[in-house]
């Protein structure tokens, strides 16, 4: 999901971005400068590494499908 966000910059910033990057690519080129400041990269990192180990990410699948029939086999 995106938001609509209206900034205020300086006209030589302004005139630079519009340069630089171009029309139409500025929230995208602000948005990768602005990204790794407000998020939690190592939550990101950390899940990098689980999803790089085959064992735990099969057994998580395994637990998962477990899950799932247990759901199916449920009385309502």
């Known amino acids: 999901m ?3 966000m209206t ?9 630079g971005l519009m340069r630089v ?3 139409g690519r500025v929230s ?7 990204r790794p400041h407000v998020l939690d990269a190592s ?9 790089s180990d085959s064992q735990r ?6 637990w998962i499908n477990g899950l799932i029939s ?4 449920a009385a309502r």
């Open 7 to 15: 900034i205020t910059l300086d006209e030589a910033v302004y005139d």
């Open 70 to 73: 247990d759901a199916a086999n």
């Open 43 to 51: 939550m990101d990192e950390g899940y990098r590494a689980m999803r």
């Open 2 to 4: 995106q938001k609509r």
């Open 28 to 34: 995208q080129f602000l948005e990768s400068l602005a």
């Open 57 to 62: 990410e099969a057994e998580a699948s395994e």
């Open 21 to 23: 990057v171009g029309r």
